[in-house]
């Protein structure tokens, strides 16, 4: 099994920053990818940032946020890290972080909230 607590949420006004952390434990392999998901109040659950694993790690960004947001991992600490930069109100939502091997395993969210 496969425990992700995140933690780093709050509140922040527009042009702000924060950064999100994700700290698994369990039977974590560095090889296999890791995300962050953010769903708001009535909507869907959508892709943020995800981050490959191995020696060479590739990235991928919702167009909504590139340029904006950076995924990184630490596989020594196992933990996955979003630094959101020039946050805007349509960034506010629960944000969730993802561990994936064969099966899917989430985080229970932290809450980002964005003011105008």
């Known amino acids: 099994q496969v425990q992700l607590v995140e933690s780093g949420g709050g509140l922040v006004q527009a042009g702000g920053s924060l950064r999100l952390s994700c700290v698994a434990s369990g039977t974590i392999f560095s090889f296999n990818a890791m995300g962050w998901y953010r769903q708001a109040p009535g909507k869907q659950r959508e892709l943020v940032a995800i981050?490959?694993?191995?020696?060479?790690?590739?990235?991928n960004y919702a167009d909504s946020v590139k340029g904006r947001f950076t995924i990184s991992r630490d596989n020594a600490k196992n933990t996955v890290y979003l630094q959101m930069n020039s946050l805007k109100p349509e960034d506010t939502s629960v944000y969730y972080c993802?561990?994936?091997?064969?099966?899917?395993?989430w985080g229970q969210g932290t809450q980002v909230t964005v003011s105008s």
């Open positions: 981050i490959t694993g191995g020696l060479s790690t590739s990235t």
């Open positions: 993802k561990y994936s091997d064969y099966r899917d395993f």
